[in-house]
């Protein structure tokens, strides 16, 4: 229980325990509740790294994205991080979220008087839209994948897995 603190202290405890954890056992799970925004995924994916370990990090958010199919924001961007140890100093890091896109850029292009890319977010109904207004306004972000069509619903079954 992360007692409603600064995210980032509780990720550190976590991964820390994870740690821990997996130094003694050979795997170390951590689920926090309670937490808040804790910023970059790859951080406390990448701390396993230093002990020659695999980590992962995931967080769900705030609902901003619309699943595939649906009218409402039911999900988070929820980004994921996988870190895994190579050879020679080299390794392999991931840090995605499972949105198409952030908010933010959608905000960007919104105060610019831009149209933002097909496949970004959706209007109220569900549908694709490349107008921002009609995403910050009862729309939404799409998942990773865009659209049904595009593969959209890979990126709302990963969105579902961290949540």
């Known amino acids: ?39 970059i995924a790859g951080y406390y994916a990448m701390k396993a790294l230093k002990e020659n370990m695999i980590g992962m990090s995931f967080t769900n958010t705030s609902p901003l994205v619309v699943p595939t199919r649906g009218k409402e924001r039911t999900l988070g961007t929820n980004p994921l991080s996988v870190a895994a140890p190579g050879k020679d100093g080299d390794s392999f890091v991931l840090d995605t979220a499972t949105s198409a896109v952030a908010l933010g850029k959608v905000e960007l292009n919104e105060r610019r008087g831009d149209n933002i890319p097909d496949g970004w977010g959706c209007d109220p109904q569900g549908h694709l839209t490349t107008d921002p207004k009609r995403v910050l306004s009862g729309g939404g972000l799409v998942p990773v994948g865009g659209s049904e069509a595009t593969g959209g619903y890979k990126g709302y079954g990963l969105g579902m897995m961290v949540e």
């Open 1 to 39: 229980n992360g007692n409603n603190l600064l995210g980032p202290v509780v990720a550190n405890f976590c991964m820390n325990l994870a740690i821990r954890k997996a130094r003694e056992a050979g795997i170390g799970w951590v689920v926090a509740h309670g937490s808040n925004h804790f910023g």
